[in-house]
Protein backbone atom coordinates (compact mmCIF):
# COMPACT_ATOMS: atom_id res chain seq x y z
CA UNK A 1 0.00 0.00 0.00
CA UNK A 2 1.92 3.33 -1.19
CA UNK A 3 2.37 5.56 2.08
CA UNK A 4 0.72 9.35 1.20
CA UNK A 5 1.99 10.70 4.67
CA UNK A 6 5.27 12.55 4.47
CA UNK A 7 7.75 11.65 7.25
CA UNK A 8 8.51 14.93 8.91
CA UNK A 9 12.22 16.89 8.10
CA UNK A 10 13.06 16.46 11.08
CA UNK A 11 12.42 12.56 11.21
CA UNK A 12 13.83 11.71 7.68
CA UNK A 13 16.60 13.77 8.72
CA UNK A 14 17.91 11.75 12.24
CA UNK A 15 16.69 8.33 10.27
CA UNK A 16 18.61 8.76 7.06
CA UNK A 17 21.25 6.15 6.24
CA UNK A 18 23.88 5.59 3.49
CA UNK A 19 21.64 2.53 2.24
CA UNK A 20 23.49 -0.13 1.33
CA UNK A 21 21.43 -2.14 -1.51
CA UNK A 22 18.39 -1.23 -3.06
CA UNK A 23 15.58 -3.59 -3.93
CA UNK A 24 14.95 -1.86 -7.62
CA UNK A 25 11.54 -1.50 -8.26
CA UNK A 26 9.95 0.94 -10.36
CA UNK A 27 9.69 4.99 -8.87
CA UNK A 28 6.41 6.25 -10.03
CA UNK A 29 7.13 9.43 -12.04
CA UNK A 30 5.26 12.06 -9.70
CA UNK A 31 7.60 10.69 -6.89
CA UNK A 32 10.56 11.87 -9.25
CA UNK A 33 9.02 14.99 -9.95
CA UNK A 34 8.91 15.78 -6.85
CA UNK A 35 12.05 15.09 -5.74
CA UNK A 36 13.57 16.82 -8.51
CA UNK A 37 11.46 19.90 -7.91
CA UNK A 38 13.18 20.16 -4.33
CA UNK A 39 16.48 19.97 -5.84
CA UNK A 40 15.42 22.92 -8.33
CA UNK A 41 13.78 25.00 -5.59
CA UNK A 42 17.23 25.25 -3.91
CA UNK A 43 19.05 28.13 -3.70
CA UNK A 44 21.88 29.54 -5.85
CA UNK A 45 24.73 32.27 -5.90
CA UNK A 46 23.07 35.06 -8.30
CA UNK A 47 19.98 32.50 -8.60
CA UNK A 48 22.34 31.12 -11.60
CA UNK A 49 21.19 27.56 -10.72
CA UNK A 50 24.15 25.87 -12.45
CA UNK A 51 23.10 22.58 -11.91
CA UNK A 52 22.16 19.63 -14.55
CA UNK A 53 20.56 16.25 -13.29
CA UNK A 54 20.60 13.42 -15.64
CA UNK A 55 17.97 10.77 -14.14
CA UNK A 56 18.34 7.66 -15.05
CA UNK A 57 16.13 4.50 -14.83
CA UNK A 58 16.64 2.38 -17.07
CA UNK A 59 18.21 -1.05 -16.63
CA UNK A 60 20.06 -1.56 -18.67
CA UNK A 61 21.38 2.57 -18.27
CA UNK A 62 21.98 1.59 -14.91
CA UNK A 63 24.31 -1.04 -14.88
CA UNK A 64 26.40 1.02 -17.30
CA UNK A 65 26.73 3.45 -14.64
CA UNK A 66 27.54 1.13 -11.88
CA UNK A 67 30.27 0.28 -14.55
CA UNK A 68 31.54 3.98 -14.10
CA UNK A 69 31.15 3.90 -10.45
CA UNK A 70 34.00 1.03 -9.27
CA UNK A 71 31.02 -1.47 -10.27
CA UNK A 72 29.39 -0.29 -7.03
CA UNK A 73 26.41 -2.19 -6.62
CA UNK A 74 23.41 0.12 -5.20
CA UNK A 75 24.26 2.00 -8.73
CA UNK A 76 22.54 -1.25 -10.70
CA UNK A 77 20.31 -1.94 -8.17
CA UNK A 78 18.13 1.59 -7.09
CA UNK A 79 15.01 2.91 -8.68
CA UNK A 80 16.72 5.70 -10.14
CA UNK A 81 20.10 7.56 -9.97
CA UNK A 82 20.25 11.19 -10.21
CA UNK A 83 23.70 12.31 -11.78
CA UNK A 84 24.47 15.57 -10.83
CA UNK A 85 26.65 17.43 -12.56
CA UNK A 86 27.27 21.66 -12.64
CA UNK A 87 27.74 23.72 -16.33
CA UNK A 88 30.42 25.34 -16.54
CA UNK A 89 28.75 27.66 -18.85
CA UNK A 90 25.74 28.02 -17.34
CA UNK A 91 26.18 31.62 -16.44
CA UNK A 92 26.98 32.23 -19.90
CA UNK A 93 23.44 30.67 -21.68
CA UNK A 94 21.04 31.18 -18.61
CA UNK A 95 22.02 35.14 -17.68
CA UNK A 96 18.82 36.50 -20.06
CA UNK A 97 16.88 33.65 -18.44
CA UNK A 98 17.80 34.09 -14.83
CA UNK A 99 17.05 38.16 -15.22
CA UNK A 100 13.27 37.42 -17.20
CA UNK A 101 12.15 35.35 -14.41
CA UNK A 102 13.44 37.62 -11.84
CA UNK A 103 12.08 40.54 -13.88
CA UNK A 104 8.45 38.43 -13.90
CA UNK A 105 9.10 37.83 -9.93
CA UNK A 106 9.70 41.64 -8.93
CA UNK A 107 13.47 42.06 -9.13
CA UNK A 108 14.40 45.65 -9.08
CA UNK A 109 15.10 47.10 -12.77
CA UNK A 110 18.57 48.48 -10.73
CA UNK A 111 19.44 45.27 -9.71
CA UNK A 112 18.72 43.63 -12.95
CA UNK A 113 21.03 45.96 -14.51
CA UNK A 114 23.89 45.92 -12.32
CA UNK A 115 23.26 41.59 -12.40
CA UNK A 116 23.63 42.08 -16.05
CA UNK A 117 27.05 43.35 -15.92
CA UNK A 118 28.48 41.86 -12.68
CA UNK A 119 27.67 37.91 -12.84
CA UNK A 120 29.74 37.69 -16.25
CA UNK A 121 32.37 40.07 -14.65
CA UNK A 122 32.89 38.20 -11.86
CA UNK A 123 32.28 34.38 -12.67
CA UNK A 124 34.48 34.88 -15.95
CA UNK A 125 36.96 35.67 -13.51
CA UNK A 126 37.25 32.21 -12.34
CA UNK A 127 39.78 29.88 -13.56
CA UNK A 128 38.79 26.18 -13.73
CA UNK A 129 39.95 24.78 -10.06
CA UNK A 130 37.68 28.27 -8.66
CA UNK A 131 34.72 27.13 -10.86
CA UNK A 132 34.77 23.89 -9.88
CA UNK A 133 34.40 25.00 -6.24
CA UNK A 134 31.85 27.44 -6.75
CA UNK A 135 29.69 24.92 -8.87
CA UNK A 136 30.17 22.27 -6.07
CA UNK A 137 28.98 24.86 -3.37
CA UNK A 138 25.78 25.37 -6.13
CA UNK A 139 24.80 21.62 -6.70
CA UNK A 140 25.47 19.75 -3.58
CA UNK A 141 22.52 22.46 -1.99
CA UNK A 142 20.28 21.13 -4.61
CA UNK A 143 21.60 17.72 -4.25
CA UNK A 144 20.88 17.81 -0.64
CA UNK A 145 17.32 19.17 -1.24
CA UNK A 146 16.10 16.13 -3.72
CA UNK A 147 17.83 13.51 -1.11
CA UNK A 148 15.86 14.66 1.67
CA UNK A 149 12.77 15.15 -0.24
CA UNK A 150 13.48 11.50 -1.04
CA UNK A 151 13.48 10.49 3.02
CA UNK A 152 10.93 12.26 3.15
CA UNK A 153 8.70 10.61 0.53
CA UNK A 154 9.81 7.18 2.50
CA UNK A 155 12.69 6.63 0.20
CA UNK A 156 15.98 5.22 0.94
CA UNK A 157 18.80 6.97 -0.23
CA UNK A 158 22.77 6.60 -1.03
CA UNK A 159 25.12 9.47 -1.91
CA UNK A 160 27.88 8.51 -3.89
CA UNK A 161 31.22 10.33 -5.12
CA UNK A 162 32.86 7.11 -5.86
CA UNK A 163 32.98 7.00 -10.00
CA UNK A 164 35.34 7.94 -12.85
CA UNK A 165 34.53 10.80 -13.71
CA UNK A 166 36.12 10.42 -17.63
CA UNK A 167 33.40 7.26 -17.88
CA UNK A 168 30.34 8.97 -16.41
CA UNK A 169 30.92 11.46 -18.75
CA UNK A 170 30.88 9.07 -21.54
CA UNK A 171 28.31 6.96 -20.41
CA UNK A 172 26.12 9.88 -20.12
CA UNK A 173 27.35 11.47 -23.81
CA UNK A 174 27.71 14.79 -21.51
CA UNK A 175 28.36 18.13 -22.82
CA UNK A 176 32.30 19.47 -22.21
CA UNK A 177 31.50 22.00 -19.94
CA UNK A 178 29.59 19.40 -17.49
CA UNK A 179 31.24 18.20 -14.21
CA UNK A 180 29.35 15.24 -12.31
CA UNK A 181 30.07 16.37 -9.20
CA UNK A 182 28.15 13.29 -7.32
CA UNK A 183 25.48 10.78 -7.92
CA UNK A 184 22.01 10.60 -5.97
CA UNK A 185 21.00 6.56 -5.81
CA UNK A 186 16.94 6.42 -4.65
CA UNK A 187 14.99 3.32 -4.23
CA UNK A 188 13.48 1.04 -1.34
CA UNK A 189 16.02 -0.20 1.15
CA UNK A 190 16.34 -4.45 0.74
CA UNK A 191 18.36 -6.73 3.53
CA UNK A 192 19.52 -4.88 6.96
CA UNK A 193 20.39 -1.27 6.51
CA UNK A 194 23.69 0.31 7.45
CA UNK A 195 25.04 0.93 10.90
CA UNK A 196 24.97 4.32 12.19
CA UNK A 197 28.53 5.71 12.17
CA UNK A 198 27.73 8.12 14.81
CA UNK A 199 28.83 11.46 14.34
CA UNK A 200 31.38 14.14 16.42
CA UNK A 201 29.93 15.78 19.55
CA UNK A 202 29.28 19.09 18.97
CA UNK A 203 32.06 20.74 20.76
CA UNK A 204 34.30 19.29 18.39
CA UNK A 205 33.21 20.85 15.45
CA UNK A 206 31.19 24.10 16.53
CA UNK A 207 32.44 26.90 17.71
CA UNK A 208 30.60 30.78 19.41
CA UNK A 209 31.80 33.67 17.63
CA UNK A 210 34.81 32.54 16.87
CA UNK A 211 37.37 29.50 16.37
CA UNK A 212 38.10 28.11 19.65
CA UNK A 213 35.21 29.32 21.70
CA UNK A 214 32.49 27.12 22.93
CA UNK A 215 28.95 27.84 21.87
CA UNK A 216 27.02 29.72 25.01
C1 LIG B 1 29.82 13.33 -0.82
C2 LIG B 1 29.66 11.90 -0.36
C3 LIG B 1 30.16 10.87 -1.14
C4 LIG B 1 29.97 9.54 -0.78
N1 LIG B 1 30.39 8.54 -1.61
C5 LIG B 1 30.11 7.25 -1.31
C6 LIG B 1 30.41 6.21 -2.24
O1 LIG B 1 30.92 6.42 -3.33
N2 LIG B 1 30.10 4.95 -1.88
C7 LIG B 1 29.50 4.65 -0.69
O2 LIG B 1 29.22 3.47 -0.43
N3 LIG B 1 29.17 5.61 0.20
C8 LIG B 1 29.47 6.91 -0.09
N4 LIG B 1 29.12 7.91 0.78
C9 LIG B 1 28.42 7.57 2.04
C10 LIG B 1 29.26 7.80 3.30
O3 LIG B 1 30.18 6.79 3.46
C11 LIG B 1 28.28 7.89 4.49
O4 LIG B 1 27.46 9.03 4.33
C12 LIG B 1 28.98 7.98 5.85
O5 LIG B 1 29.71 6.83 6.13
C13 LIG B 1 27.97 8.20 6.97
O6 LIG B 1 26.99 7.17 6.97
P1 LIG B 1 25.44 7.50 6.89
O7 LIG B 1 25.23 8.29 5.61
O8 LIG B 1 24.76 6.17 6.83
O9 LIG B 1 25.08 8.28 8.10
C14 LIG B 1 29.30 9.24 0.44
C15 LIG B 1 28.79 10.29 1.21
C16 LIG B 1 28.96 11.60 0.82
C17 LIG B 1 28.34 12.70 1.64
Redesign the pocket.
Known sequence: MPISTPKPLSQAIRE???TPSFDGEPMPSSDLRQILDAGLQAPSGYNMQPWRFIVVQQPDNLRKLRSA?YN?A?VGEASCVIVACGDRDGWRTDLDEMLRLGREGGMAESYAAAAEKSVPAYLSGFDEEKMACWLNKQVMIAFTSMMLMAECLHYDT??????EQAKVTETLRLPLSYTPV?LLAIGHLQGAD?F??GRFAMSRTVYGEEYGKPLR
Not at 158 to 163: D, H, N, P
Request: hydrophobic fraction near 30%; proline fraction near 0%; charged fraction near 30%.
Open positions: RRSSQKAVLEGFAKYG
